[in-house]
């Protein structure tokens, strides 16, 4: 099946291409490389005291990406699919009434579209790809834009990249106001933005090692915005056991009228070994977002944005904001328990520090997340998932419990 679709595929690129160049079928497809994915989820999220009470959510994904040599230098990548997502909301009550969102047939985007140079020692891709960046959202779909990347490998333990787009899809930025009140200021607007990023890795004897620089011009947001963005990653195994460091910063000036951004950061440690068959993982990560004088902070969050690379890998807690200062810890197990299906337990927890304004309170989160891995093939898997948190605010208004199950398919070629 997997020969039949690649072929299909090639075929249909290539007799485009015959039309434009009078190759043959057979010079056409036999230097195309064809790689992607088809992704099913089915899932119920129902969440205590909210009007839509309970609601379903159908997403599907199709990824499909093409690399063809073009020469010994040059090869040509082009990635077309969509992601596609159809809630059920639910009306006041227990009826759950369909909306707005009912299913339709989504539209093809083309994801990328570059060329790659191996010059040797160097690599340089120009063109619409991926974002190299440790601040952009990896949850879902990684993020993309028009750019330039190169990477240069001195040897072993340094290898040398940069990157810059001028267009992208990172994220919005939040907008800035005279209201008050604490907001991300995420690393790109939707207006003029230029984004640059200079990295350092390599491995020096058992230490791995990533350094990120990032630089963003937001000449959209209210007059223009720099933001500034410093990420560090150290790894090591010692004793059997993998140890894994992170730190991200984010500054910001603005020439909004008495404005300024105060620093943020966040630090997590992770550390992760194997006993017999059963894998074990922990991780505490702690942000810090100084309140400003004018209520404004910069965002290296614990959420889906600007992330950093520190999510703790549950599902809810993932989605949750770290918007003043705050701390999040994870303990996970995970282990097969016949051939081909791997049982995981992961308990997560919280706390977003009030802030400085008049009522604010702490909130507390804790997340236990369940999960079955059915590998049906080196190609093909079912995962089914079960999460509950419960979310405390200071003990002022109670606590609220939400409930979210997925049944997900995913097939890759």
């Given at each position: 099946?997997?020969?039949?679709?690649?072929?299909?595929?090639?075929?249909?690129?290539?007799?485009?291409?015959?039309?434009?160049?009078?190759?043959?079928?057979?010079?056409?497809?036999?230097?195309?490389?064809?790689?992607?994915?088809?992704?099913?989820?089915?899932?119920?999220?129902?969440?205590?005291?909210?009007?839509?009470?309970?609601?379903?959510?159908?997403?599907?994904?199709?990824?499909?990406?093409?690399?063809?040599?073009?020469?010994?230098?040059?090869?040509?990548?082009?990635?077309?699919?969509?992601?596609?997502?159809?809630?059920?909301?639910?009306?006041?009550?227990?009826?759950?009434?369909?909306?707005?969102?009912?299913?339709?047939?989504?539209?093809?985007?083309?994801?990328?579209?570059?060329?790659?140079?191996?010059?040797?020692?160097?690599?340089?891709?120009?063109?619409?790809?991926?974002?190299?960046?440790?601040?952009?959202?990896?949850?879902?779909?990684?993020?993309?834009?028009t750019g330039i990347v190169a990477l240069h490998k001195v040897n072993d333990a340094?290898?040398?990249?940069?990157?810059?787009?001028?267009?992208?899809?990172?994220?919005?930025?939040?907008?800035?106001?005279?209201?008050?009140?604490?907001?991300?200021?995420?690393?790109?607007?939707?207006?003029?933005?230029?984004?640059?990023e200079l990295i350092a890795m390599g491995k020096i004897e058992m230490v791995n090692?990533?350094?990120?620089?990032?630089?963003?011009?937001?000449?959209?947001?209210?007059?223009?915005?720099?933001?500034?963005?410093?990420?560090?990653?150290?790894?090591?195994?010692?004793?059997?056991?993998?140890?894994?460091?992170?730190?991200?910063?984010?500054?910001?000036?603005?020439?909004?009228?008495?404005?300024?951004?105060?620093?943020?950061?966040?630090?997590?440690?992770?550390?992760?070994?194997?006993?017999?068959?059963?894998?074990?993982?922990?991780?505490?990560?702690?942000?810090?977002?100084?309140?400003?004088?004018?209520?404004?902070?910069?965002?290296?969050?614990?959420?889906?944005?600007?992330?950093?690379?520190?999510?703790?890998?549950?599902?809810?807690?993932?989605?949750?904001?770290?918007?003043?200062?705050?701390?999040?810890?994870?303990?996970?197990?995970?282990?097969?328990?016949?051939?081909?299906?791997?049982?995981?337990?992961?308990?997560?927890?919280?706390?977003?520090?009030?802030?400085?304004?008049?009522?604010?309170?702490?909130?507390?989160?804790?997340?236990?997340?369940?999960?079955?891995?059915?590998?049906?093939?080196?190609?093909?898997?079912?995962?089914?998932?079960?999460?509950?948190?419960?979310?405390?605010?200071?003990?002022?208004?109670?606590?609220?419990?939400?409930?979210?199950?997925?049944?997900?398919?995913?097939?890759?070629?």
């Open positions: 099946m997997t020969k039949m679709i690649k072929m299909s595929l090639m075929a249909a690129v290539a007799v485009a291409g015959t039309t434009a160049s009078a190759q043959s079928l057979e010079d056409a497809i036999k230097n195309v490389d064809v790689s992607g994915y088809v992704d099913y989820r089915l899932e119920n999220k129902s969440v205590e005291g909210s009007d839509a009470k309970s609601f379903n959510v159908n997403e599907y994904a199709v990824n499909v990406t093409l690399t063809s040599k073009v020469n010994d230098i040059v090869k040509a990548t082009v990635a077309v699919g969509f992601d596609e997502k159809t809630t059920d909301n639910g009306t006041a009550g227990d009826e759950i009434v369909l909306t707005a969102s009912q299913d339709a047939d989504p539209s093809m985007n083309v994801s990328n579209a570059y060329f790659t140079f191996n010059l040797g020692g160097t690599t340089v891709m120009a063109g619409k790809q991926a974002i190299p960046s440790a601040f952009v959202d990896k949850v879902d779909t990684a993020k993309t834009g340094l290898t040398l990249a940069g990157a810059h787009f001028m267009n992208n899809n990172i994220a919005t930025t939040d907008a800035v106001t005279t209201t008050g009140g604490v907001y991300g200021l995420k690393i790109v607007d939707a207006e003029d933005t230029k984004t640059t090692y990533a350094v990120h620089y990032n630089m963003t011009d937001i000449s959209g947001l209210a007059g223009g915005t720099e933001a500034n963005h410093l990420f560090v990653k150290v790894g090591a195994a010692v004793a059997g056991v993998n140890l894994e460091l992170k730190h991200a910063t984010a500054s910001a000036d603005t020439n909004v009228a008495a404005t300024t951004f105060a620093d943020s950061s966040v630090t997590q440690l992770k550390a992760s070994t194997k006993v017999s068959d059963v894998t074990l993982s922990a991780a505490y990560a702690t942000a810090d977002k100084e309140k400003g004088s004018d209520d404004y902070s910069s965002d290296v969050a614990l959420d889906g944005d600007n992330d950093a690379e520190v999510h703790l890998k549950v599902w809810q807690l993932s989605t949750v904001s770290i918007t003043n200062k705050g701390n999040a810890m994870m303990i996970g197990a995970a282990m097969p328990v016949m051939d081909n299906l791997t049982a995981s337990l992961t308990y997560a927890s919280a706390t977003n520090d009030a802030t400085t304004a008049v009522g604010a309170t702490d909130t507390d989160y804790k997340e236990i997340l369940a999960q079955l891995t059915y590998k049906m093939s080196k190609n093909f898997t079912v995962h089914g998932r079960y999460s509950t948190m419960n979310t405390d605010t200071n003990k002022v208004n109670g606590s609220t419990d939400s409930d979210y199950s997925r049944l997900s398919v995913k097939y890759t070629f």
